[in-house]
């Protein structure tokens, strides 16, 4: 038991608290995505290709089937994240022959990239590193590779993220299809005591960092807390609310 309790808490409390079912799908949906991506590489590539190139797959199934509201799970990321990551990668290939120097400006440039066309992925520099480091069966392929097998790569595994969240509304992706549910407007006495979007902007702009939840989510998370903390008196029949 004294083992457990200091295993306990070496490892903290746990920032994701899902449920197990929760945590379940998250793995079955990633298989699906991963298996399908493995199918499209291996014809293409070869094991010892696809072995270096999924790797980054791997990383984004993580990202679109556990975290899929996360502003970096989004299609454009995903999609502009590796596709634009893996064209960098290939040029420093070919334009520069040391490939450590290569697979560093690469990933270098990547994020650079990324940041200012509003589509950070963190897959997106492992995709730019396996290009260069992924030997003569990538390199041969040339800017081929950004059509087969990524894109192809990119789409299924968008494709499965949809269709495999689409049944579950807590799950549904894009978060633009998870938005349209709308939600319960609060009560102008509840707005009072909530931050205002102009201020949550203010506050999010002063943070020089990239913080991977979105303006809504915090909203969200500040009014249910709000409720928590003070949640709201019945009305009694006949009574009348004073201002």
């Known amino acids: 038991m004294n083992i457990i309790k200091m295993w306990s808490r070496w490892i903290g409390k746990d920032p994701h608290p899902a449920s197990h079912v929760e945590k379940l799908l998250s ?30 797959m791997g990383a984004s199934a993580v990202l679109l089937f556990a975290v899929p509201h996360s502003p970096l799970s989004q299609p454009w990321p995903v999609l502009g994240g590796h596709m634009l990551s893996s064209a960098i990668g290939i040029t420093c290939a070919l334009l520069i022959h040391d490939s450590l120097t290569a697979a560093a400006v690469a990933v270098a440039l990547s994020i650079a990239a990324m940041y200012y066309l509003r589509c950070l992925h963190p897959p997106g520099g492992a995709a730019a590193l396996a290009v260069v480091m992924g030997g003569e069966t990538v390199h041969a392929l040339g800017f081929g590779y950004l059509v087969v097998p990524l894109l192809l790569n990119v789409m299924v595994l968008l494709s499965v993220a949809m269709l495999f969240n689409a049944p579950f509304q807590h799950r549904r992706y894009p978060l633009w299809i998870a938005k349209l549910n709308p939600t319960r ?33 915090l909203l969200r998370i500040y009014h249910l ?4 903390a003070h949640p709201p008196r019945p009305m009694l029949r006949g009574s009348v609310e004073t201002p």
């Open 27 to 56: 793995a079955l949906g990633a298989f699906l995505g991963i298996l399908g991506v493995l199918a499209i590489s291996h014809s293409v590539l070869g094991a010892q290709g696809t072995a270096l190139v999924v790797t980054s």
């Open 185 to 217: 407007m609060p009560l102008e006495a509840e707005e009072k005591t909530m931050i205002a979007h102009s201020d949550l902007v203010y506050a999010l702009s002063q943070i020089d960092s990239f913080i991977d939840v979105t303006e809504d989510d």
């Open 225 to 228: 807390a709000t409720n928590h």
